[in-house]
């Protein structure tokens, strides 16, 4: 391979990964360089490097525009890494390749079993244990010894996801007897049968459509290195394992973060989307919002009239709006992370409006209470003149707050469980839409309070 007709960049960093002794970089190292260079350089790359290497680095999910990178290589050298890459690893590289013309012709040169197994595991759902595992396992059968197994494990080892757990199976109908861990198996006389060092009891499993929130909390909670899926008759469909969770999760946890500050998720790296795709992924949501916030003006506009007699009372609309935006943000925020962790179910709506409703009216006199101190001071500090009704003024942005407070926090609670009842994305209900719908409430509950206490003096 001549790397002078490379770029400088792509020359320097295939020449690294060529030479073992040029700082010896590690394989997160080398993918952090070819996440700089282009598609095609880093395609040529791969292309230059060993077998082996190149398909840990395309294993590797931190590897950005992996998929367009296969797209880029040579049939032939596509087939081949990915022959020897996890099959769902190579599902998700088929799943994210744009080019459908490349994918097609690529999958049609795959080996028969890889085809099949990509093929299977595209079928079901995202977000679920199905779309996550990999059928690449250790089992044995349930009359082989614990130094049939130790061989079987030294054969299969690098084409198995993870060896630290061997599933026992029923020799005749496959379905799922036990589960060994690697340390019993050691620990294990050679000539025992394997099931006298198995787990029988209380085995943990998933379904293929198990969501993947539930397959972490299961792994969580039972200090799991992988969890078989399972189908109808105890059969071993395949393995999620505890590294593709932390990988899922970590990808869902960015999409949730952009999709509360207000936008689409973006889908790419921040540096690596163009400046349309950027604005494409927030003008929509910034139009959403601003339509949202013109009912504001329209809310004012209702209460001009109140507004001509007390102009004391635009002092604190800043004040009010911005306080149930943000108790509406925070009970959206603890209610959204408690549904992604499970923590929470859809039928849990009424305990949460029986927590949250005490602890908006608290949250709220806490903060009507500083405000009224703060009416006060300034008046009797004489840095403000709030007029002869200062006090009433000072109730009514107390009980104004207690009102809007408690508002935002049952609106910011409730909106994610209304969501996920409609089949939609809690993490929708983000911070600024929230913020736009305690805003417009707000004016109107702050508006008519002052109506009420007001009326007969100011009003």
Sequence with gaps: MNFQSFPERAGRAARIFLNPTAGMPSLADRVEQMNGMTVAEAAQVLTSLPENKAIALLARPELHHAADIVAALPVEQAVKLLKGTAHDRVTDLFQAMDDATRRNVIFARLDPATARAVEHLMHYPQRTAGAMMTTEFVSVPENCTVADALAHI????????????????????????GVVTLRRLIMGEPDANILSVARRDGVVSATPLTPQEEVARLIRANNLLALPVLDDYARVLGIVTVDDVIDTMIADTTEDAQKFGGMEALGKP?????????IQKRAGWLAALFLGEMLTASAMQHFETELEKAIVLTLFVPLIMSSGGNSGSQATSLIIRALALGELKLSDWWRVALRELPTGLVLGGILGLVGFARIALWQSAGFYDYGPHWQLVGLTVFAALIGIVTFGSMAGSMLPFVLQKLRLDPASASAPFVATLVDVSGLVIYFSVALVILSGTLL
């Excluded at 030294?154 to 007897?177: C, F, M, P, Q």
């Excluded at 921040?270 to 950027?278: T, V």
């Design 154 to 177: 030294r054969k299969v080892e690098k084409a198995s996801e993870t060896i630290y757990a061997i599933y026992v199976l029923d020799r005749v109908h496959g379905n799922l007897l």
């Design 270 to 278: 921040y540096m690596k989307i163009s400046m349309a795709g950027m």
